[in-house]
């Protein structure tokens, strides 16, 4: 069994949520979820962003939800780190 | 997630608000100074028959207020349409599912609710003296004098909510509508002097 310890989205979201909220709601799915969001593109309707979740147990389908809901969308899935929880 | 989904709504709702509080004033204003007209105009034409005058009062309220309920829901509805389309386009996505497709459903709801109850409430308030005429017998001034009295107090009110919103000098702000209601009576009251 595997489980999720970071991952870094390239995420196409509108102006509003802003950064912040965006980040902070991303950051209320997990306990222990780290989140660092960068903003690389700004145009009329849109934002381009890197988004970096860290934890100890991601739920992508959680948080690809929770992008969506907000009116976003994930481009590419651009790094993953993923350890394994049982030895074989 | 619930609270983040919560609170992304009322950010939604507090942008809406905004939009309902301007056609809260715009036709509340329409509204107050619509009842002012009709109530000044009966006054003038010596109308003693308040029955008739408070059917003709309520049928103009109840038109303001289905007037305002359709007009502000279809033009609301018709610009977050518009605004959620262009978005989809930009984000390449389909929101219908998200807060901003939510929003774009109901916020036409509540922006139109301000913009009907705003004229309809303000009318069965400046009414009220004609509606417990009766009752205010002891009042040395007649029941269209008293609805006039009210008229310009609301009309006062919503000028000083103004001032307040806009951060100017909110007694500034009530003399100015004040004087607008004033004008409107006096331009009724020579053309029913005049008929």
Known sequence: MTKIRRLVLDVLKPHEPNALDFASALAELGADYRITLTVIEVDKKTESTMVTI????????????????????VHSLDEVEVYGTELT | MTSTQNKHLVLHSLRAWSIARRYLITNGFDGALTMLGMVTGFHASGMTELPVAISACLGAAVALFISGLSSAYLSEKAERENELRELEQALVLDLTESDY???????????????????????????????????????????????????????????????????????????????????????????????
């Open chain 2, 101 to 195: 497709g939510r929003a774009s459903r109901y916020l036409p709801m509540l922006v139109a609710l301000a913009n009907g109850l705003s004229p309809l409430l303000l009318s069965m308030l400046i009414l009220l003296p004609l509606f417990f005429a009766e009752q205010l017998q002891a009042l040395p001034s007649p029941p269209f004098i008293n609805a006039i009295f009210v008229a310009l107090i609301c009309i006062f009110s919503l000028g000083v909510f103004l001032g307040k919103i806009s951060k100017t000098f909110w007694l500034w702000s009530g003399l100015r509508t004040l004087i607008i209601a004033i004008l409107t009576m006096v331009i009724i009251l020579f053309f029913g002097r005049s008929l």
């Open chain 1, 54 to 73: 860290e934890g100890t147990d991601i739920h992508f389908d959680n948080i690809k939800a929770a992008i969506e809901k907000m009116g976003a969308s």
